[in-house]
């Protein structure tokens, strides 16, 4: 497979779920996927895709077929059956290119089936086919902090009068936060998924500057929570329905 071309970041940032247990590939396509415009998350099978799928809104799956545990096939069918989860594009990615293994994927309930090797721009361009044809729900990530709404898509903090716009690495710590509203995320985590490059300590430095702009008392938070020797846990006022 070809290396990755880069390109810069677009205004919306469609979440990505790539599900594949080959590590070297999760990492490629999450980088490069990235470099287009997307969030991203990984996992390395179906129970770990469908545990981080409760907690996480995800645009669009890129699934493998042949993964430990249950295949992707199979995997499909059960999304399929779900009530939460019926309607997520899915896109298989695998080895397996036979036209029977292209029949039997759509009949699982793919949106698309590209087979591997493959062409990193040829995947992007069935991903924004994929997500024209399913426009995603932004509203539903859309969060609130007190006098502010986050829109993760644009990064900006917003009111009735004013918008902030916040820094790539601010919104990017923001948005893996908001995932999961009052979880709390390991400042291992907010490294490994940042959008771009920090570390332990720039993490800190970043929340210190998150808590400047979103809290009444940036000493006394009330949004952004310290979990001691564990992480940061977000606690937004309200979600939008």
Known sequence: MPAFPGRSMSSW????LVI???????DLLRKYLMEQGH???TAIGAED????MRAVQFDLAVLD???PGEDGFSFARHLRKDRKLKDLPILFLT???DSSDRIEGLEAGSDDYLAKPFE???????IQAILRRAPPEKEGRDIWLGRWQFDAGRGELRDETDILRLTEVEASLLRILAEAPGETVSREELVRRAATAVNDRT???QVTRLRRKIEPDAKQPRYLLTVRGEGYRLLPERERA
């Open 49 to 52: 895709a469908l545990e981080k």
């Open 39 to 41: 969030l991203v998350s």
């Open 95 to 97: 080895a397996r290119g």
């Open 120 to 126: 990193p721009r040829e995947l992007h361009l069935r």
């Open 20 to 26: 594949d247990d080959d590590r070297r590939l999760r």
């Open 65 to 67: 077929v042949m993964m």
């Open 13 to 16: 940032q469609p979440h990505i």
């Open 203 to 205: 993490v800190d430095v």
